[in-house]
Each structure stands twice: as structure tokens, then as C-alpha cells.
């Protein structure tokens, strides 16, 4: 909610963010895909943090469910803690994917 373009290397390919709760600093890595998709407003994302975001994205995952044959309606909650397991799974370490 709080991403700006300011935050985005575009040369890097990363996002460099200080995370409000902690106060650390996090360095993300950003495909081509996500660059596209951060585009070049400010903020990048306008409609997160917003009820009518929350409800616009719960709508594209629950459709991506329903296309992938998923019985069970995709939320943002669900979407949050698939990417995390599929982290783990993957490799990553907990820490990383807790923070």
C-alpha cells in the first residue's frame, strides 16, 4: 500500500522497500512481467489498500481458480499462503518467506 516508483530500480530489477513493521530494509527481486505491471504511475498499485482493491483482486483470483478447476473460491488470503508454501516447497528458507 505504501509502494512508490521511487521505491522500484528499474536498472536492478528490484524493489527496495522499508518495511513499516519491522523497520528493515527488503530487496526484491522483479521480473520483466512485474516491471510491465508496476508501470509508471504513483502510486504503482492505486487500488491496494482499498476496499473496492481488495474486492477487484479477489475477482481476478477467484476467476484464475475457477480456470484452473479449483473447487474452493481463491481469496487474497488463500493466494498469500499458496505463494508461501509453494516458497518453501521451492526451497526458499522460512525466514525469507516470513519476512
Request: proline share 5%; net charge positive; charged share 20%.
Amino acid at each position: 500500500m505504501t509502494l512508490r516508483q521511487a521505491d522500484i530500480d528499474r536498472e536492478a530489477m528490484l524493489m527496495i522497500k522499508r518495511q513499516v513493521k519491522t523497520g528493515g530494509v527488503v530487496y526484491i527481486p522483479l521480473s520483466v512481467q512485474a516491471l510491465e505491471m508496476a508501470g509508471t504511475d504513483d502510486p504503482p498499485f492505486p487500488y491496494l489498500g482499498t476496499k473496492a482493491g481488495q474486492i477487484k483482486t479477489n475477482v481476478v483470483l477467484r476467476k484464475w481458480g475457477e480456470a484452473a478447476g479449483l473447487s474452493k473460491p481463491v481469496t487474497w488470503h488463500i493466494a498469500r499462503h499458496t505463494a508461501a508454501t509453494l516458497l518453501l516447497e521451492a526451497g526458499a528458507d522460512v525466514y525469507t518467506v516470513q519476512h
